[in-house]
T-cell receptor, first 113, second 112 residues
Framework: QKEVEQNSGPLSVPEGAIASLNCTYSDRVSQSFFWYRQYSGKSPELIMSIYSNGDKEDGRFTAQLNKASQYVSLLIRDSQPSDSATYLCAVNPVTGGGNKLTFGTGTQLKVEL | DGGITQSPKYLFRKEGQNVTLSCEQNLNHDAMYWYRQDPGQGLRLIYYSQIVNDFQKGDIAEGYSVSREKKESFPLTVTSAQKNPTAFYLC???????????FGEGSRLTVL
């Protein structure tokens, strides 16, 4: 059973702090990794994708991938109240054909004033 | 503007009725997907289609059916065989060669 594990939270951080969201996955051959943000009652939106080991930065967001440890994380710098949402980690297992992403259950982030 | 349109946004159904959820995209994406989301759970794949007139079952296809007669359209029918259909249904598409999903706004189905 391919799994993607996330701490459900809520993770509470003060405004301006760094939020660190973590995700582990079980399928060692996974090649593509994604972070989606989902506001309550809305559909997910892609915020980061990462394909190779190391860090990838986009504005206030940094995705980190360590394939040896089967671990992917998302850092949000200078957290804002508008960042309060559920963050979904998704992994493309590659095997089986198609882009069949497996999603974690999400981590709820609360940025407090 | 390019995007994915799902309708209806909210739908109420009596037990034993089939319902069809519409998904239309004008992004010129070949691949389209249907996911289901339940409270506190991640997204689970129902069906996906990589080209017109072809589709594959996902992890939870039982009680659902789809068609892909046009590139732009990928409707999902929730049949009476689906034991617990109340959920948030999400349609998505991807550009060729990537796994980056673009989602519609979703359809929330409630069975009364």
């Amino acid at each position: 059973q391919k799994e993607v594990e996330q701490n459900s939270g809520p993770l509470s951080v003060p405004e301006g702090a760094i939020a660190s969201l973590n995700c582990t996955y079980s399928d060692r051959v996974s090649q593509s990794f994604f972070w989606y943000r989902q506001y309550s009652g809305k559909s997910p939106e892609l915020i980061m994708s990462i394909y190779s080991n190391g860090d990838k930065e986009d504005g206030r967001f940094t995705a980190q991938l360590n394939k040896a440890s089967q671990y992917v994380s998302l850092l949000i710098r200078d957290s804002q109240p508008s960042d309060s949402a559920t963050y979904l980690c998704a992994v493309n297992p590659v095997t089986g054909g198609g882009n069949k992403l497996t999603f974690g259950t999400g981590t709820q982030l609360k940025v407090e004033l | 503007d390019g995007g994915i349109t799902q309708s209806p946004k909210y739908l109420f159904r009596k037990e034993g009725q089939n319902v069809t959820l519409s998904c239309e995209q004008n992004l010129n994406h070949d691949a389209m997907y249907w996911y289901r989301q339940d409270p506190g759970q991640g997204l689970r794949l129902i069906y996906y289609s990589q080209i017109v007139n072809d589709f594959q079952k996902g992890d939870i296809a039982e009680g659902y059916s789809v068609s892909r007669e046009k590139k732009e359209s990928f409707p999902l029918t929730v049949t009476s065989a689906q034991k617990n259909p109340t959920a948030f249904y999400l349609c998505a598409s991807t550009p060729e060669g990537t796994g980056e999903l673009f989602f519609g706004e979703g359809s929330r189905l409630t069975v009364l």
